[in-house]
């Protein structure tokens, strides 16, 4: 059997395999998400189309002309301006050079702002400097302008915030002490959220990004949900964005719930029900790249997860195609030949609304 | 009579309800059971589907760690009645976060499920300098250092350590482990690690794979 079909591992590494083998990945990708998310298998031709834009012979592919979606910015400009440990190419460029240029050079469909930590929390203080930044740059934008980052409930934790650790309560047995802290720190961080999500749209904000939500469980997620709610109330017409870190929802909490829904464990077709539920106007989905996988087993199981999203949302669903998610090996630079066949399967066969 | 309490067993541990695992620690031993057998037909395939259903959604923080507690009450009931000479340790693990890297959550949960699992685990938290990985491992005689690491940045301090006991003379006293979330096989074949886990159900098992006779 010929091994003639270049493709990567989900830790980028590149390895050559044989069409029986990239069909057996195929198949139980899309089993293994079929399982765990309780959705439908791809079908037999969804599979064989799958195939063809994995061995498609050239280093990059495409969508067909007039199946094109957007791509929705979260913290690309950073890519500009921060170092290589930090996923960058170190180019001496400020915040605002460097969201023109992914504008105006790279012809970028949204652009974004946000602060280089990336989490709402430390915005709050520096926040007149913040929405100062963010107006002038959006005086010379023409795309739709975000500003992004995560909500990051860790940061509402001793020692760098308020509440009782509760990574550290629970491996003592302290459960219920944990979970009041998780409880209090989505309190906090809610606030937050509210406040930075405010102040912005006093200047005008074009579009907020909660990125990466849930990325410290459950309690994180709500709080996000909460926040997303508060300020449709507040600012109706505010277009929010609210991206999930993971295909299911992590217990750390494991009870928390937003409209009667208990978060733990949610899958992206239920995230997405979630997030339009409280309000956001696009849901992001992030389905884990397993490194020791192949692309085309990662693949399957992301298109699979994309597909039962797309069809449960009445709300736009991106499919976020960053490092280590969606298919995309962990790698700090995802390849090309990755990344395309990765944008293309999921748009074609996932039907995902953006990128 | 042994299927009942081995469920009984696996069924405390899924609940996450030490009582009753104790309970049928004490039952089992009490009917004779061998104990190697009540652990690995009635506690460890709780303990197993325990972090199945963890690794895939079913099952939350909460319930893993009153789960894994469950277990280490249960496996201290059943090793405290083995004879001396032949108690249940499966084999002496050193972990810890690398040096500049304060993550906790992964290699905490990953602790449980080896306790939960019959090795003798020191856990010597966040933040550990190489230095201290290898002469904590001496101290402790450990069989498996494990190392977490969940930045690009800190990776490095896996290598550093392979590198470190190359220097002195101690790689091939201790194996290694490495993980977390940027960590990849690739990696771990690369900087010399012996093994490299992708969770912490993974740590398990290629725990017990590297300490199998060759």
Partial sequence: MSNDIVTRMGD????????????????????????????????????EQLFDIIADPSRIVSVKPGEEVIVTDDGCTMSFYSGQDGGGVGAPLSRMQAVLTYERACGADTTSLGHSDYSYKPVKPIINFEANDYYNTSMMTTAPFFYGAQPNLGLYFQPDGPCPNAAELMPMGKIDEARRAQEEAAGHLTKDLVFVGSRLADVGLEGLNFDTSGSAGDADFMAALQAVAE????????????????EFILGMHGEVEYAGTRLAGLYPQD?????????????????????????????????????AASEASNIPVHANVGMGVCGIPMMEQPPIDSVTRVSKALVQLGKADGL | MSNDIFASAADAILKGDSDKAVEAAKKGLGEGIDPVILINEGFIPGINTVGDLF??????????????????NATDVINAAIPDGQGQSRGRFIIGTVEGDVHDIGKTIVVSLLKANGFEVMDLGRDVSTDRFIEEADKFNADIIGTSALLTTTMEGQRRLEVELKKAGLKERFKTMVGGAPVTQRWAKRIGADAFAENASAAVKMAKALLEPA
């Fill in chain 1, 271 to 307: 995230q997405v029900r979630i997030i339009e539920t409280a309000g956001a106007d696009i849901a992001g989905v992030a389905i884990n790249t397993a490194t020791t996988e192949s692309l085309p087993y990662n693949l399957a199981r992301a298109v699979t997860f994309v597909k």
């Fill in chain 2, 55 to 72: 690794g895939s959604g079913r099952l939350f923080l909460p319930e893993l760690i009153l789960s894994a507690n469950a277990m280490q």
């Fill in chain 1, 231 to 246: 300020l449709k109330r507040r600012v109706p017409d505010l277009p929010i964005l609210m991206g999930a870190s993971g």
């Fill in chain 1, 12 to 47: 980028g590494e590149r390895v050559s395999l044989s069409a029986e083998e990239i069909r057996e990945d195929i198949q139980a990708g899309t089993a293994d998400a079929a399982q765990r998310g309780g959705i439908p298998e791809l079908t037999a031709q969804e599979q």
